[in-house]
């Protein structure tokens, strides 16, 4: 496959071996990815448990899991196998990512997948913010050679429907301007999910890239279709992170590689142009946990948005300086003014961000000692 010359080059520097150590070895495969252990970490369980009962066993279960990932990551696939304890691959039955899938069943009919936390019954069709019953619906998957340098060639996968009202969206096609009506009859079920990701696998790609749209309110049919899946692949997580903390929980150390957006450095600016609330302790919160629960393995993707610095940029370089240890961090100027910006409302960010200004953020970011010259 063709690759862009920075996708090669990019693994002699050091800043992707120091922070994206196991990615790297997963997508060689020379080690497995987190939802194949997962598979094989065993809990026994009661589907007919109460959702609370179930979310208490599954905390009480993460912090062991977490240790057999430390006991087991560092071994090959062959390696892993040949134990006598992990002979095979658990496809179904009680194991820790089965309790994932059936939490989320539950958690869906009273949904508080995203901090919009709706609390309608997606399996009634009722729909929430995100406009998305209990099916997922793929807009697209294919092989991307755009994304960040590490990440290329990423097999992303388009999901309908979004948790956030961003006014400047340049996905607004496939995040908020869609009806389902149109959809009857197309969705996508766990199994046509695990053939996609086949399917990408087939075509040589470094992971598998679950974005939208958003990818939060297809949690239920994700999950299920890594359940059915056997491919040694890293799983990427491409999210505005405005997940519920119980959600979060139950995915944040099932997921190899995360791209995390911080659009916002502020809850006023969050709620004027994506409308929604609490948002940024939201984002912090999620943000480490990645360190603390997951893989502790992301590229922070933050878009630079015209005179939006001392709100915005500035507030999360400092903030990513003085809480996160593994980060990196993609500073974007690909904002444009799309969607709803141009209808008179939002004026002070109706146009491109301006060379000054990104070099700021750059500046800013270097005086901070951040690195994010390799992934930007």
């Known amino acids: 496959m063709f690759l862009r ?8 520097n050091t800043e992707l071996d120091e922070r994206l150590i196991k990615y790297q070895q997963i997508f060689k495969k020379r080690i497995l990815p987190r939802y194949i252990l997962a598979k094989n ?3 026994k369980f009661d589907v007919n448990n109460s959702i609370t009962e179930l979310l208490e066993l599954h905390n009480e279960k993460s912090e062991g899991f977490r240790l057999f990932v430390s006991q087991n990551q560092e071994k090959t ?4 196998y040949s134990s006598k304890e992990n002979n095979q691959i658990e496809t179904s039955g009680q194991n820790y990512l089965r309790l994932k899938v059936e939490l ?20 009634k069709g009722e729909l929430g913010r995100c406009k998305v019953n209990d099916k997922a619906y793929v807009a697209s998957a294919f092989t991307h050679l755009g994304e960040e340098s590490p990440i290329v060639p990423s097999g992303t996968i388009f999901f309908y429907g979004c948790t956030m009202k961003c006014v400047f969206c340049q996905n607004y096609d496939i995040s ?3 009806s389902l009506n149109s959809f009857r009859g197309r969705e996508t079920s766990p199994y046509g999910l695990s053939l996609i990701i086949s399917d990408m696998v087939k075509q040589k790609v470094r ?10 309110p297809n949690l239920h049919i994700i ?3 890594m359940e059915l899946s056997t491919e040694i692949i890293p799983m990427l997580w491409n999210s505005n992170m405005y997940l519920s903390e119980k959600a979060m929980k139950i995915i944040v150390d099932i997921f190899d590689i995360w791209l995390p957006d911080m659009k916002y450095g502020n809850n006023k600016c969050a709620e004027k142009y994506s409308k929604v609330q609490n948002y940024w302790p939201t984002l912090k919160r999620n943000m480490k946990m990645i360190e603390s629960l997951g893989s502790g393995e992301y590229i922070i993707r933050h878009l630079v948005m015209p005179n939006h610095l001392e709100c915005c940029s500035f ?5 990513v300086k003085e809480n996160l240890k593994t980060s990196l961090v993609n500073i974007m100027g690909q904002y444009r003014p799309m969607y709803k910006v141009g209808i008179g409302k939002y004026d002070e960010i109706n146009r491109r961000p301006v060379s000054v200004e990104m070099r700021q953020v750059k500046d800013y970011a270097d005086n901070l000692g951040l690195r994010w010259r390799s992934v930007s």
Not at 77 to 80: A, K, Q, T, V
Not at 107 to 122: A, G, S
């Open 207 to 216: 992971n598998i890239n679950f974005v939208g749209g958003e990818p939060t």
């Open 315 to 319: 507030p999360i370089l400092e903030w």
């Open 77 to 80: 696939p062959e390696e892993f």
């Open 223 to 225: 999950l299920e279709a």
């Open 104 to 123: 989320l069943k539950k958690m869906i009919k009273n949904c508080e997948f995203c901090e919009n936390k709706c609390h309608v019954d997606r399996t």
């Open 5 to 12: 010359r920075d996708a090669v080059e990019v693994w002699s």
């Open 176 to 178: 908020q301007e869609y």
């Open 41 to 43: 970490f065993k809990v």
